[in-house]
C-alpha cells in the first residue's frame, strides 16, 4: 500500500462506518468499555494540550491551528477561552459535525473557522500549530513531511501527538493485526519518538514539554516544541 492510498483510505474510513464510530467515542453517549477506554485517553491528551495553553496565560491573543480536528474536541474548548482557532480535517463529515458542536455550544464562534482539508494543503501562518492522533495513521515517511509542513506554518510552537513505537507496543499491534475487525479500516502506524524529535529539530524547533497518556487500549506521546 502506497502513501496515496493511507490518504484515500483515512479521507474515505472517516466519512463513512469511521465517522460513525468515532462521533461516538469523542462524544458522551453510550459506548463499549474499548470505545469507553479510548474516549479516555483522547481526553486526557486533550486537557493536558488545554492545560498547557491555558498555563502559559496569553491563549486570548493566540492563533491556532487545530490539524485534523475531528470533531472540535480541542478547538471548539479553546475557542471558548478566546483564541483565534482555523481547524481543519480530511472528513467532511467530521467538519461538519465539529460545526454544528461550535454553533450549539460556543455563544460566539466568529473566531472559528473549520475548513475541509487534508494537511498537506493548508496554508498560512499560526502562533500556535498542534496536530494530535492523527500521524496514526501514516507511515514515518509519511509523517515526516507532515511534520515538516506543519512547523513551516507555525510562528512559535508546535504540539502534536503521535503512538510511540516501542517493544511492547510493537507486539501488541502485531498480535491485533491477526483479529481484523469492521472497525479496523485503517492502518495503525507507530512512530519512534527519536525520529519524530529529529524532524522537529530538523525544523528549527526544540521539545520543551512532553507527557505519555497510557491506557488500557490508548498510547499517544505528546510533544510540544517551540521555535530555537
Same mark, same amino acid.
Given at each position: 500500500?502506497?502513501?496515496?492510498?493511507?490518504?484515500?483510505?483515512?479521507?474515505? !474510513?472517516?466519512?463513512?462506518?469511521?465517522?460513525?464510530?468515532?462521533?461516538?467515542?469523542?462524544?458522551?453517549?453510550?459506548?463499549?468499555?474499548? =470505545? %469507553?477506554?479510548?474516549?479516555?485517553?483522547? =481526553? =486526557?491528551?486533550?486537557? &493536558?494540550?488545554?492545560?498547557?495553553?491555558?498555563?502559559?496565560?496569553?491563549?486570548?491573543?493566540?492563533?491556532?491551528? +487545530?490539524?485534523?480536528? #475531528?470533531?472540535?474536541?480541542?478547538?471548539? *474548548?479553546? @475557542? @471558548?477561552?478566546?483564541?483565534?482557532?482555523?481547524?481543519? +480535517?480530511?472528513?467532511?463529515?467530521?467538519?461538519?459535525?465539529?460545526?454544528?458542536?461550535?454553533?450549539?455550544?460556543?455563544?460566539?464562534?466568529?473566531?472559528?473557522?473549520?475548513?475541509?482539508?487534508?494537511?498537506?494543503? %493548508?496554508?498560512?501562518? !499560526?502562533?500556535?500549530?498542534?496536530? %494530535?492522533?492523527?500521524?496514526?495513521? !501514516?507511515?514515518?515517511?509519511? @509523517?515526516?513531511?507532515?511534520?515538516?509542513?506543519?512547523?513551516?506554518?507555525?510562528?512559535?510552537?508546535?504540539?502534536?501527538?503521535?503512538?510511540?513505537?516501542?517493544? @511492547? %507496543?510493537?507486539?501488541?499491534?502485531?498480535?491485533?493485526?491477526?483479529? *481484523?475487525?469492521?472497525?479496523?479500516? &485503517?492502518?495503525? !502506524?507507530?512512530?519512534?519518538?527519536?525520529?519524530?524529535?529529529?524532524?522537529?529539530?530538523?525544523? #528549527?524547533?526544540?521539545? =520543551?514539554?512532553?507527557?505519555?497518556?497510557?491506557?488500557?487500549?490508548?498510547?499517544?506521546?505528546?510533544?510540544?516544541?517551540?521555535?530555537?
Amino acid at each position: 500500500m502506497n502513501v496515496a492510498d493511507d490518504k484515500t483510505i483515512v479521507r474515505e !474510513y472517516f466519512n463513512s462506518t469511521g465517522f460513525d464510530r468515532w462521533r461516538r467515542i469523542y462524544g458522551d453517549g453510550e459506548v463499549n468499555k474499548v =470505545q %469507553l477506554d479510548i474516549r479516555t485517553g483522547h =481526553q =486526557q491528551t486533550v486537557d &493536558t494540550v488545554i492545560g498547557w495553553l491555558k498555563d502559559d496565560g496569553n491563549l486570548p491573543e493566540l492563533s491556532i491551528c +487545530d490539524a485534523g480536528c #475531528g470533531v472540535g474536541s480541542l478547538s471548539i *474548548p479553546l @475557542a @471558548a477561552d478566546g483564541a483565534k482557532i482555523y481547524a481543519s +480535517d480530511i472528513s467532511e463529515k467530521m467538519v461538519t459535525e465539529a460545526k454544528d458542536r461550535a454553533l450549539a455550544t460556543l455563544e460566539n464562534s466568529e473566531n472559528t473557522t473549520f475548513a475541509v482539508q487534508d494537511l498537506e494543503s %493548508l496554508s498560512g501562518s !499560526y502562533h500556535t500549530v498542534i496536530c %494530535l492522533d492523527v500521524l496514526i495513521h !501514516y507511515p514515518q515517511e509519511k @509523517a515526516d513531511e507532515m511534520v515538516s509542513h506543519l512547523c513551516s506554518l507555525a510562528e512559535s510552537r508546535v504540539i502534536m501527538s503521535f503512538a510511540p513505537k516501542t517493544c @511492547a %507496543l510493537s507486539i501488541l499491534k502485531k498480535i491485533g493485526s491477526f483479529f *481484523p475487525g469492521p472497525s479496523k479500516a &485503517t492502518r495503525a !502506524y507507530l512512530h519512534r519518538e527519536a525520529d519524530v524529535v529529529k524532524i522537529l529539530e530538523s525544523n #528549527g524547533f526544540s521539545v =520543551q514539554r512532553q507527557e505519555m497518556t497510557k491506557t488500557r487500549f490508548y498510547y499517544s506521546r505528546l510533544l510540544e516544541a517551540t521555535r530555537k
